[in-house]
C-alpha cells in the first residue's frame, strides 16, 4: 500500500513528529549542498565558449572522480608530473567525496573497501600511502591498522519493530528461510550467461523465493548498484557476494574510515596538488593526430581556458561524451546510449545524542528491513565514542524502472520533503528522533552509478565504450558497468598504463 502525503503526516503527528504551535521546537537546520547540477546542465544546453589562452600540457585529466584521480595518482607515482586535473564540482571525489563538520567527517557516497587481496598491489599501495597499512606479516602480507577495520558492531537490521544483529532477519525465520543457496562451479561461457538474465530470474530458477533471501539479495543490489532484482544482472548479482570473500571463503573484512572513501580520495588529491583544478567546466575535447585540445570554462571566474595537450583521459560518467567530444556531438555512437544510470539522494544527518533503539544496539552500519532507503551509516563509529552527538549517513537510491523520471523526481523534491520523508522512515526505528537533529544536509546524484542491467556485462556496446580515440582514453566505472572503487581505480591506471607506454616511460610495478 502506498501512503499518502495525507497519511504521512499523520502518521508523523502519531509518532510525535508534528506538535502543537504553541511551544513547538524549531525544526533541523540544512540544505541541498549539491552537486552542481546547474554547471553540468550548462554543456548539456549546448554552452562551448571560446578559449581565453592555452597552455601546454603532457596529459589532460578530466574528471576528479576515483578513476580520474587514479590516473594522476599513477602518473605521479611514475614521474611523469606534467598533467592538469579538470573536476566540474567545488572538491574532487566524484561518488567517493566526503565533506565535514563541527563533529566529524562523513562519507558524501561510497564509504567503504573491502581488505583487497595482496595481488591487488595498486590499491594495496594507495592504502599504505593513507596509512592503512602498519606493516607486513612473514608472508609479506599488510596488515591492517585497527583504526580503519571496520569494528564492532558492524551491521544491525531493523525487523518486525526491533534491531537485530547482523543483515539477515533471522527472527522467526522458517527453516526454507535459513536454507543456504548453492550453486554449482560453472565455466567461463556459463558465468557470462548469467548476464542473459536478471537476478529475479536467476533466483526464481533456482527456486530461491524465501522473501527474507530475496530481500537480502535485493539490499544487495541496490547498495551496489542502486538496482532492483529484477533491474540487475544475473552476473553483476553473483559478483556482489562473491566478491565479499577472501581467499578462504570467508566473507572478506571492511575498510572504512569516519569520512569513508573520502580519505582515499584526499589521499590522491594530496599527490595532485595544484595541478587539480575544481569548478572546471569541460566544455569541447577535440581529438587529432597530434594529442588532445581541451577547452574548460573555470566557474568561480567566468573565464575559459584552453589545454594542448598530447594526451587526455576521459574519467567522466559516458554519456557527457555526446555533448563534449567533439567528433560524436553531431553523431553520437550507439554505444554511448546503452549506458544507464541510476538517481540518489543522500543525507547527513547531524544528532545531538544517539537515537533511541530496541533491541541490538547501534552499528556501523544500520539497515531497515521494509524500507525504501538503505539505512544509515554511523560516522563517528571508527572513533569509539559510542554516547553523545553523532552524523548518520543516510542513503536512498531512486529505484524507478524509468531513470529519467526518477532524476525529474529527485530534483524536483524540496529540501523540506526530503527531510520529512527520512525523519518519518527512521522514526520508526527510532522514536522520538525528530528531537534530536540539529541539521540535515542534502545531496543529489543525479548521475549518480550505472546500472549493470541484464544483458549488458558482456555486451558488445560496455567493450566498445573503453576503446581510445586516437589519444583520448577513457576511463570510468562506466567501462565495467559496476560503481565500484576497485573498478574506477582499475581504470584510471589501465589509461595511465598506456600514457606512459605512449611516452616511452617505465611503469612502477604496482600499477602494471
Excluded at 555486451?459 to 573503453?466: H, K, N, T, V, Y
Amino acid at each position: 500500500m502506498r501512503l499518502s502525503r495525507r497519511d504521512l503526516l499523520r502518521g508523523l503527528a502519531c509518532v510525535g513528529l508534528t506538535a502543537c504551535a504553541r511551544g513547538r521546537r524549531r525544526g533541523p537546520t540544512g540544505s541541498i549542498v549539491g552537486g552542481a547540477v546547474a554547471r553540468g546542465h550548462r554543456v548539456r544546453d549546448g554552452f562551448r565558449p571560446a578559449a581565453r589562452s592555452w597552455q601546454d600540457v603532457t596529459v589532460a585529466v578530466l574528471g576528479a572522480g576515483v578513476a580520474g584521480l587514479s590516473a594522476a595518482w599513477a602518473l605521479d607515482r611514475a614521474g611523469l608530473t606534467d598533467f592538469v586535473v579538470l573536476e566540474l564540482e567545488d572538491t574532487a571525489g566524484g561518488t567517493a567525496r566526503s565533506g565535514t563538520g563541527p563533529l566529524t567527517p562523513y562519507p558524501w557516497g561510497a564509504h567503504y573497501v573491502p581488505v583487497p587481496p595482496p595481488e591487488n598491489r595498486a590499491l594495496v599501495a594507495l592504502l599504505e600511502e593513507a596509512g592503512a597499512v602498519t606493516g607486513h606479516d612473514a608472508r609479506g602480507r599488510p596488515v591492517w591498522a585497527e583504526d580503519v577495520l571496520v569494528r564492532d558492531p558492524q551491521e544491525r537490521v531493523f525487523f518486525r519493530g526491533q534491531w537485530y544483529e547482523g543483515l539477515y532477519p533471522r527472527a522467526g525465520a522458517t527453516a526454507r528461510d535459513l536454507q543456504e543457496p548453492r550453486a554449482r562451479g560453472s565455466d567461463d561461457a556459463d558465468v557470462r550467461a548469467l548476464d542473459r538474465l536478471s537476478m529475479a530470474a536467476y533466483m526464481d530458477a533456482h527456486d530461491w523465493r524465501s522473501p527474507r533471501l530475496r530481500w537480502l539479495v535485493e539490499y544487495g543490489c541496490r547498495d551496489d548498484f542502486g538496482a532492483t532484482l529484477a533491474q540487475t544482472s544475473a552476473w553483476a548479482g553473483v559478483h556482489y557476494f562473491a566478491a565479499r570473500l577472501d581467499e578462504g571463503g570467508q566473507p572478506a573484512d571492511f575498510l572504512t574510515w569516519p569520512e569513508g572513501n573520502g580519505r582515499l580520495v584526499a589521499q590522491m588529491a594530496r599527490r595532485a596538488g595544484p595541478r587539480l583544478r575544481t569548478a572546471a567546466l569541460v566544455t569541447d575535447v577535440l581529438p587529432h593526430d597530434g594529442g588532445v585540445d581541451v577547452v574548460w570554462h573555470d566557474e568561480r571566474h567566468e573565464r575559459t581556458y584552453g589545454l594542448h595537450a598530447r594526451h587526455a583521459v576521459f574519467a567522466l560518467p559516458r554519456f557527457l561524451a555526446a555533448h563534449v567530444v567533439a567528433p560524436w556531438r553531431a553523431s553520437p555512437p550507439a554505444h554511448l546510449r546503452e549506458t544507464v544510470y541510476g538517481s540518489w539522494m543522500v543525507a547527513n544527518l547531524t544528532l545531538r545524542d544517539r537515537p533511541s533503539s530496541r533491541g541490538f544496539p547501534l552499528a556501523w552500519d544500520n539497515v531497515l528491513y521494509d524500507s525504501a532507503s538503505l539505512g544509515y551509516v554511523v560516522a563517528t563509529h571508527q572513533t569509539g565514542r559510542d554516547f553523545g552527538p553523532t552524523v548518520l549517513t543516510y542513503y536512498m537510491p531512486l529505484v524507478d524502472d524509468d531513470p529519467s523520471v526518477a532524476r525529474r523526481r529527485l530534483l524536483a523534491t524540496r529540501w523540506e520533503d526530503w527531510v520529512e520523508a527520512i525523519l518519518a522512515d527512521l522514526s520508526r526505528a527510532h522514536p522520538g528522533l525528530s528531537a534530536i537533529v540539529d541539521n540535515v544536509d542534502i545531496y543529489l546524484w543525479g548521475h549518480a552509478m550505472v546500472r549493470p542491467r541484464p544483458g549488458f556485462m558482456w555486451s558488445d556496446a560496455r567493450a566498445a565504450s573503453a576503446q581510445p580515440l586516437g589519444r583520448l582514453r577513457f576511463a570510468h566505472t562506466d567501462l565495467s558497468g559496476m560503481a565500484l572503487f576497485e573498478e574506477a581505480q582499475h581504470w584510471g591506471l589501465r589509461a595511465a598504463e598506456a600514457v606512459l607506454r605512449a611516452e616511452g616511460r617505465a611503469v612502477p610495478p604496482e600499477l602494471g
